[in-house]
């Protein structure tokens, strides 16, 4: 079997330039790594990085319209990709700082994982995309 690894994740956004930003202000996704635009197919995508390895690229598209769902886990009842999960060293202080700075909206709340030593919280990032925040000692 051939290695693989983890390139990027990929989500779809309304505002490229805001959740470009957004995203470089709140994890330090700062680094262009690609940027592309498909006239012909409406779309104009940026894969930023954290220079640590991590890609996310953003894919916007002129009309395009957010997922409605009744509560932040009902993705869990379609077959999709329903998270982000990104590790971070100092969970509060991430979990605070991104809803009390940079406008992340609270899903839940720091909490024990069901793994010895690991944190979790869930938050929103402005475009509403659920964002599962990790700390493991």
């Known amino acids: 079997m051939t290695a693989v690894r983890f390139h990027h994740i990929s ?6 330039s805001a959740q470009e930003a957004w995203y470089g ?3 330090g996704f ?3 790594e690609e940027r ?6 409406g779309l104009r995508t940026v894969v930023l990085a954290d220079g640590e390895g991590l890609r996310v690229e953003f894919v916007e598209r002129p009309g395009s319209s957010p ?4 509560d932040p ?3 869990t009842a379609v077959q999709t990709f329903t998270h982000l999960a990104l590790q971070v060293p100092d969970l509060d202080a991430a979990f605070t700082r991104l809803t ?3 406008g992340a909206t609270r899903v839940s709340s720091p909490g024990p994982g069901v793994s010895a030593g690991m944190r979790y919280a869930y938050v929103a990032d402005p475009e509403g995309n659920l964002l599962e925040l990790i700390e493991t000692s």
């Open 11 to 16: 989500l779809s956004v309304a505002d490229l």
């Open 100 to 102: 009390a700075e940079c």
């Open 67 to 70: 997922a409605s769902y009744t």
């Open 36 to 41: 592309l635009e498909m006239p012909e197919a």
């Open 73 to 75: 886990f009902a993705a």
């Open 25 to 27: 202000d709140a994890f």
């Open 30 to 32: 700062t680094r262009v």
